[in-house]
């Protein structure tokens, strides 16, 4: 599916979610229950902290993950399907997924949390294959130097309930929407040959997290979301599990270490071109986070 300017589009859609964040959490609750009825404290208030009992939390970190990136891009006009191809084998893009992310948590009440995280992972290659790749209406031939783009960004928005809350354990549900932007390109300026294919939209996946205060200073997290569905004519499925070991190294201050794998397969039909495209990202993280 052909975009015009889809990092811009998707950055629109990114600033209006997070508005309407904005505009529902300056609402002012407690005032509307008057001065002698105030907001009941959490029940958690004064156990040690942990994120469990924080209610806002900013995590920056780098991640050092490995990317697998495979795909095929179809003209229906054309005689031939598009071959299958492998994004790093054939077409020369790096297999690192090196990138920095970043992450915002707010408990609202003492069981309501919402998490916002945003990603980008771009990547540029030139490579000559060695097959004949049929990429939409045009073909790379052995004797082509291919300049490849790939571009992947990523919005996510997950609310989630704490079906069970206490001072050293936490098991919560709840529901993600992702807006996703990708942009394939591929170039051999000796031929004038252009392909680009493009995608995006909004998915939403179902969320069970978990969080275990091991000792007072260390915490244990646990996190899965999936969920396959059709939106349109764009058919998505995403999995995304991650694990974390937190040290609290200031009452406001953690130091983490995670590990985290991601796959993500989004496929267009009724366009020109179509399309599949599947990124599998996995590997370990670093991340500082501060959090009242």
């Not at 609402?27 to 009992?53: C, F, Y």
């Not at 179809?74 to 399907?81: I, K, R, S």
């Not at 994004?87 to 998490?115: K, P, Q, V």
């Not at 999995?239 to 406001?252: A, E, T, V």
């Amino acid at each position: 599916m052909s975009t015009t300017r889809p990092k811009a589009r998707l950055a629109r859609l990114a600033l209006l979610a997070l508005a309407s964040l904005a505009t529902a959490l300056s609402a002012d609750p407690a005032g509307a229950r008057g001065k002698d009825n105030p907001p009941p404290e959490d029940p958690l208030a004064k156990e040690p902290s942990s994120p469990i009992t924080d209610h806002f939390g900013l995590r920056a970190g780098y991640f050092l993950g490995k990317v697998s990136t495979t795909g095929h891009v179809d003209d229906p006009a054309a005689p031939a399907a598009g071959t299958p191809f492998s994004a790093e084998n054939d077409l020369g893009l790096t297999t690192n997924a090196r990138d920095m992310r970043a992450e915002i948590m707010f408990r609202m009440r003492s069981r309501n949390r919402l998490r916002v995280e945003m990603w980008e992972l771009n990547r540029q290659g030139t490579a000559t294959p060695d097959h004949t790749i049929v990429y939409g209406g045009n073909s790379f031939l052995v004797t082509d130097q291919v300049h490849t783009r790939l571009d992947w960004r990523q919005v996510d928005f997950v609310y989630n309930y704490s079906l069970l809350r206490a001072s050293r354990y936490e098991l919560a549900a709840g529901l993600g929407i992702h807006l996703v932007q990708t942009e394939a390109e591929a170039r051999v300026p000796a031929r004038q040959v252009h392909e680009d294919f493009s995608g995006s939209g909004p998915f939403p996946t179902l969320d069970l997290e978990g969080t275990l205060r091991l000792w007072r200073r260390w915490s244990l997290e646990a996190r899965g979301q999936y969920l396959s569905l059709t939106v349109s004519s764009v058919k998505a499925s995403m999995s995304d599990y991650s694990l974390d070991l937190q040290y609290r190294w200031k009452p406001n201050v953690a130091l983490g270490l995670g590990y985290r794998a991601q796959q993500t397969k989004l496929q267009v039909s009724n366009n020109n071109p179509n399309g599949l495209l599947e990124m599998k990202v996995s590997g370990p993280s670093l991340f500082l986070r501060a959090s009242f």
